[in-house]
């Protein structure tokens, strides 16, 4: 059995389920001049102030302003919604993974196990938690300060779980899974883990939005190390499922 991580598509225009756009910038309108690559490089273009819906205040950090997903999520998501997304996943701007109607029947049809999902207000989309929680190897986020005085938080968190050996596997298949330990990161606290029938499944079902990176196995990565001395490139072939 194979592990994959998601990852998901840049973005070219924001999404939102927890804060509220509070005071919109004048619309900007694109240059005709420059390429949508641009844009895509460049991610999508600020529409104005964001401030946390009132409802969420008691779980932010009251001086950094930061949240555990999981307290969000607790919460659940009223109107107003604003998702975007071109195909059936991804983060939302302020921190909730989204995944469509069509990926949830998908899901719940071949009886995938290990999340649970909420209504994101009338979107029609819906946030998915990862409930199926393993151990891992912590010292692979690195943690830059300046730290929040208050909850702790560090600045910066750099790091990513590329290997099979520093996950612990879960026991079943059909399985999505996540880190027991989360992290403060941009654009979520914890990675998104999938064995590969969910994979197929996905990718079957033509579902759309990102990718599922292989975890390189012990062997793999012994071989990347060894090309890297000699000055070559090298990833092991087929490891990136396109969704
Ligand atoms: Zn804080």
């Known amino acids: 059995m194979n592990y994959y991580y998601l990852v998901e598509r840049d973005k070219l225009q924001l999404s939102w389920a927890v804060t509220l756009l509070r005071k919109p910038l004048p619309k900007r309108t694109r240059s005709p001049a420059l390429p949508p690559v641009l844009y895509r490089f460049l991610g999508p273009v600020t529409e104005g102030e964001m401030a946390l819906k009132s409802e969420y205040a008691g779980v932010a950090c009251k001086t950094c302003g930061r949240c555990d997903d999981d307290a969000i999520f607790d919460m659940g998501f009223c109107d107003p919604v604003t998702i975007r997304f071109k195909y059936d996943f991804g983060y939302t701007d302020d921190r909730v993974f989204a995944i469509s109607q069509k990926l949830l029947n998908v899901l719940c049809e071949a009886r995938v196990r290990g999340f649970e999902t909420k209504p994101l207000g009338s979107s029609g989309w819906h946030a998915m938690r990862v409930t199926d929680r393993v151990d891992c190897d912590e010292k692979v986020m690195e943690l830059i300060g300046p730290?929040?005085?208050?909850?702790?938080?560090?600045?910066?968190?750099?790091?990513?779980?590329?290997?099979?050996?520093?996950?612990?596997?879960?026991?079943?298949?059909?399985?999505?899974?996540?880190?027991?330990?989360?992290?403060?990161?941009?654009?979520?606290?914890?990675?998104?883990?999938?064995?590969?029938?969910?994979?197929?499944?996905?990718?079957?079902?033509?579902?759309?939005?990102?990718?599922?990176?292989?975890?390189?196995?012990?062997?793999?990565?012994?071989?990347?190390?060894?090309?890297?001395?000699?000055?070559?490139?090298?990833?092991?072939p087929g490891s990136i499922v396109t969704l």
């Open 147 to 236: 730290f929040c005085s208050e909850c702790g938080r560090a600045d910066r968190i750099p790091g990513a779980f590329t290997k099979l050996d520093q996950v612990a596997l879960p026991s079943h298949s059909n399985a999505i899974f996540t880190t027991k330990k989360g992290w403060a990161k941009p654009f979520r606290d914890r990675d998104t883990f999938l064995t590969e029938d969910v994979v197929k499944l996905l990718k079957n079902a033509g579902i759309r939005g990102g990718w599922c990176n292989r975890l390189w196995t012990r062997e793999e990565v012994c071989m990347m190390d060894e090309m890297a001395k000699r000055g070559k490139k090298w990833k092991p």
